[in-house]
C-alpha cells in the first residue's frame, strides 16, 4: 500500500493535476465514475508498472522477513546412569551456577561398593606388611644357611688336611659325608635366596600392582557414587523441573529438567529468507529488527553468516528412495546477524519474533571511476528505494504491539 501511494504521487498525481487545470476538466462532470480510467489511464498505468516495478526492486535487493527468532540451546538434565531420585536440591525453576547440586540419586549400591574396594586397599596394605616381614625371615634364613655353609666347609677342610698329612688317620667315609653336607649347605643357600628373591619381588611388584589395581577399582567406585549427584554444568537457569524424590530418571526416557545456558539467545539472531534472495545475501550485510517483546525499537543489525545449505533439501540416509514432492514446503537461506552495536539485543527476549529487514548497499562500485554513468544512476536508484523499505519497517514495529494483542486474543 506504501508503495502504491509513492508511486501515485509521481504518477497519477500529476495526470490529474494536468486534466483538472491544463484541460479544464473536473470530477463529476468530465471526470465521472465511469471515464475516471479512461481520463487517467496514463497515469494508473504508470502507477501500477512503477509500483510493481518499485515492490520487485525492493523486495529482492532489500529482502525482508518475518522468520526470525533469537533461538537458544537448551542442555537437558539428566544423569550419567539410572536410578531414583533420593534428594532434590532446587525448585521448579531457579538460576544455578556451574557445579551446583540439582539432585541425588540412592547411592546405597554405589556406597557398598566403595566400601569393598577401600577395604581391598586395606587388606593389600596388610599384605604388604607381612610381605616384608617375610623379606626380613628370608634374609635370616639365608644367614642361617651360609652360617651352616660354612660350619661343614670348615670341617670337610680340616679332615681333608689331615687326611693329606697322615693317609688313613681319617676314614674316607666321613670325608665323602662331610663333601655331601656341603653341598646340602650350598644347596640350602640357594633355596633361602630364592626364597628371599620372591620375597622381594612380592613386595616390589606384585602387590603395588594389586594395590594399583584395588586403588583404580576403589577410584572407580568413587566415580560411579559421584555420577549419582546431579550437577548443574554450566551457569543458567532450571526450568520445568519436574523431577521429585522417588521418580526415577535415565537417559533415555525421562529428563529431569531443561536447563538454559546464561548467555543463551542473547547475543545472535537468527532469520530465515527466501530463496529468491540467495544471490542478495552476503556477510556484511547491513540489517534493521524488530522483535515482539522489545515493541516501537529499531535494532541496527548486521549479517556476520550466510548458511550455505538451505535445510529443506536435508535427508538421512534410509530404506526408502527420496521423493521430490514430499518437500512441500520450501525452505529458507538462513543467516546470522548480530548487533551493530553493544548492547543492542538487551532487552530481546530470547525466543521471541521479529521481522528483519536486509538492505544492500552498492556504495563501492557506485564510487569506482571506471563505473558507467547509467550504471551509477541504476545502483543510485536501487540503493535508495531501501528507504521505503525502511519506512514500512519503522511502520511495522509502530503496529507490532496490536498486532501482538490481536493474535493473542486481547
Not at 471526470?31 to 515492490?55: D, H
Not at 660354612?150 to 667315609?173: F, H, M, W, Y
Not at 542478495?280 to 550455505?308: F, Y
Request: with cysteine.
Amino acid at each position: 500500500m506504501l508503495e502504491l501511494m509513492i508511486c501515485s504521487l509521481v504518477t497519477i498525481v500529476p495526470d490529474y493535476l494536468y486534466r483538472r487545470y491544463g484541460q479544464g476538466k473536473r470530477f463529476g462532470k468530465e471526470i465521472t465514475f465511469f471515464s475516471v480510467w479512461y481520463e487517467l489511464r496514463w497515469g494508473i498505468t504508470g502507477c501500477l508498472m512503477l509500483t510493481v516495478s518499485l515492490i520487485t526492486l525492493i523486495f529482492y535487493f532489500h529482502p525482508s522477513t518475518s522468520s526470525a527468532t533469537l533461538y537458544f540451546r537448551t542442555v537437558p538434565i539428566l544423569p550419567e546412569g539410572s536410578g531414583r531420585v533420593a534428594e532434590v536440591k532446587i525448585g521448579f525453576s531457579a538460576p544455578v551456577k556451574k557445579g551446583d547440586v540439582l539432585f541425588t540419586l540412592d547411592s546405597s549400591k554405589q556406597q557398598a561398593a566403595l566400601e569393598t574396594a577401600q577395604r581391598k586397599v586395606a587388606e593389600v596394605d596388610a599384605m604388604m606388611q607381612t610381605a616384608q616381614a617375610d623379606v626380613v625371615k628370608a634374609e635370616a634364613q639365608v644367614g642361617e644357611a651360609k652360617a651352616n655353609y660354612q660350619q661343614a666347609k670348615d670341617e670337610l677342610e680340616v679332615k681333608s688336611e689331615l687326611q693329606r698329612r697322615n693317609p688313613g688317620i681319617v676314614p674316607q667315609r666321613d670325608i665323602d659325608k662331610l663333601q655331601v653336607l656341603v653341598d646340602q649347605r650350598q644347596s640350602g643357600i640357594d633355596a633361602a635366596n630364592a626364597a628371599r628373591q620372591a620375597a622381594a619381588l612380592q613386595v616390589s611388584t606384585s602387590l603395588p600392582a594389586q594395590k594399583a589395581s584395588a586403588e583404580a577399582a576403589r577410584d572407580q567406585a568413587q566415580v560411579d557414587l559421584d555420577k549419582t549427584i546431579v550437577r548443574a554444568g554450566v551457569n543458567g537457569r532450571v526450568e520445568q523441573f519436574l523431577v521429585r524424590p522417588g521418580d526415577v530418571v535415565n537417559q533415555l526416557m525421562r529428563p529431569a529438567g531443561v536447563l538454559i545456558p546464561e548467555e543463551a539467545g542473547r547475543k545472535v539472531l537468527q532469520a530465515g529468507f527466501g530463496q529468491i534472495e540467495a544471490q542478495v545475501m552476503q556477510t556484511g550485510m547491513v540489517a534493521e529488527a524488530t522483535c515482539m517483546s522489545k515493541p516501537w525499537v529499531i535494532i541496527p543489525m548486521v549479517i556476520t553468516t550466510v548458511q550455505d545449505y538451505i535445510a529443506a533439501g536435508q535427508f538421512r540416509s534410509g530404506e526408502q528412495l527420496l521423493e521430490a514432492q514430499n518437500a512441500v514446503k520450501p525452505g529458507t537461506i538462513l543467516v546470522f546477524l548480530e548487533p551493530l552495536y553493544k548492547g543492542g539485543l538487551d532487552g530481546v527476549t530470547p525466543g521471541s519474533s521479529c521481522i528483519v529487514n536486509a538492505y544492500t548497499s552498492n556504495h563501492e562500485e557506485v564510487s569506482a571511476k571506471d563505473t558507467p554513468a547509467g550504471r551509477r544512476f541504476v545502483l543510485h536508484a536501487i540503493d535508495a528505494v531501501g528507504l521505503v523499505h525502511a519506512l514500512l519497517l519503522r511502520i511495522q514495529a509502530l503496529l507490532l504491539p496490536i498486532q501482538t494483542l490481536v493474535l493473542s486474543g486481547h
